[in-house]
């Protein structure tokens, strides 16, 4: 069998669980022609309170079938995995598909449009604790100091569907009224969950603050990278494929909510 031509072969997308499907909703939005295949590792969710050796260890795994799918690129849709993982992906990956993370492009966004001022990060503990985007933005030297809060109860109120309502309006006021966060000029949504509730973090500050949605950021990446790559797809793509370690039907319902859409997943574990 005959290997697709490059430009043919599709984006592979993986993150702990459906988070990352807000950007893979945004890549398909900015880039039609283009296939994907979706990972969500929902058997390990969520990412942000594992170890750095755990977080690889799935990664490596879930590269596996992105690989064996053919992928030309491998986003690490998840802001944990991009911060423990991102490095030793690309090594073990090497030439087979470029690898691409979630927070290469918001680090640059912010030194382009945030120097000399301070900006606000939330996220897992995992991202946070990591310092990855402390270090990247401070060898910016553009002058921008960072302050993180690490917001763990997010990511899981999101999956379980709470947003919008007056359980998350209370959390979400809790987590950013605290004195880490103060006058900040942005805030970095530091998990590919926060989209979701982009809205009520912006009714909280009022218009003080740009709330910085990522999935916009590195669909605009993804892009770039394909047309520098000369891999960009020039035709419509058959439907996209959705892969889960772990099947529920609720599971499967409320990516719905993330994607707009229905979606059928498939089950695919990643240990027998």
Not at 32 to 44: C, K, R
Not at 191 to 197: D, E, S
Not at 229 to 253: K, M, N, Q, W
Request: with cysteine; proline share 4%.
């Amino acid at each position: 069998m005959t290997k697709p031509e490059n430009w043919a072969r599709p984006i592979g997308i993986f993150d702990s669980g459906i988070g990352g499907l807000t950007v893979a909703k945004a890549i398909k939005a900015h880039l039609p022609e283009e296939q994907l295949v979706y990972f969500g590792d929902t058997a390990h969710l969520p990412y942000g309170d594992k170890s750095t050796a755990a977080i690889q260890a799935y990664s490596v795994k879930i590269c596996d079938l992105l690989i064996k799918q053919n992928c030309k690129i491998i986003l690490i849709a998840c802001n944990s995995a991009s911060a423990a993982a991102y490095e030793l992906v690309r090594e073990y990956v090497g030439s087979k598909a470029h690898v691409l993370n979630v927070i290469d492009p918001v680090v640059q966004y912010v030194g382009e449009r945030f120097s000399e001022k301070t900006v606000g990060l939330i996220g897992t503990k995992q991202t946070v604790n990591s310092n990855v985007y402390k270090k990247k933005i401070d060898d910016l030297n553009a002058g921008v100091q960072l302050k993180s809060v690490a917001t763990p109860l997010l990511a899981p109120m999101i999956e379980e569907g709470f947003f919008n309502n007056t359980i998350s309006e209370s959390v979400i006021q809790t987590y950013l009224s605290e004195p880490g966060l103060s006058n900040i000029e942005a805030l970095i949504l530091g998990c590919t969950h926060y989209p979701l509730i982009k809205e009520q973090i912006t009714d909280f500050y009022q218009g003080r603050v740009e709330v910085l949605d990522a999935s916009e950021l590195v669909a605009r990446h993804v892009g770039k990278v394909l047309t520098e790559t000369g891999i960009a797809s020039s035709r419509l793509p058959g439907e996209a494929h959705f892969y889960v370690s772990d099947y529920t039907v609720s599971f499967e319902a409320s990516t719905q909510i993330f994607f707009n859409q229905k979606v059928h997943l498939e089950h695919y574990p990643l240990w027998e």
